[in-house]
């Protein structure tokens, strides 16, 4: 049984944030950010950094999660570094994030997030623990 897009993106913490997965295969995840506004700050288009960090960490797992079936295993971030490089303005926002090392038990995996005019807004790096069942 493969990951579906469709079922991942019922999530009731991505219908309130506006997030949507757009790709996944092995080892890459690729989503996007168009905000809701009550989740907007200092200004209604602009998404507070919380929300982008949010972007990139549940891509990332997602990313994580793809080396096994559903129900196999999940995982947990470990540690996640964001680097918010400018003012988060033109949405729709490309959060795209890989695996760059998978082992056994923990994953380090990179991502980016880019705005409307492909600019770059933040970068990260993260480290999560795989728990196989």
Known sequence: MAWSLEKLNRSSL???????LTHLDL?????????????CWPDHQQPHG???FTLMDTT???AVLSGFEPGEG??????????YL??????PFVCDTRVERRGN???FVRGEILDAQNDAVAMAQGTFRVMRK
Do not use: H
């Not at 991505?14 to 949507?20: E, P, Q, S, V």
């Not at 080892?27 to 989740?39: G, K, Q, Y």
């Not at 999940?74 to 680097?83: G, V």
């Open 14 to 20: 991505y219908n309130a944030l506006g997030i949507k």
């Open 27 to 39: 080892d890459r995840c690729i989503a996007s950010l168009t905000p809701e506004p009550a989740v």
């Open 50 to 52: 919380g929300v982008l």
């Open 60 to 62: 990332m797992a997602t």
């Open 74 to 83: 999940n995982c947990a971030t470990i540690d996640l570094s964001i680097q």
């Open 86 to 91: 400018a003012p988060a303005r033109e949405a």
């Open 105 to 107: 038990k923990i994953c």
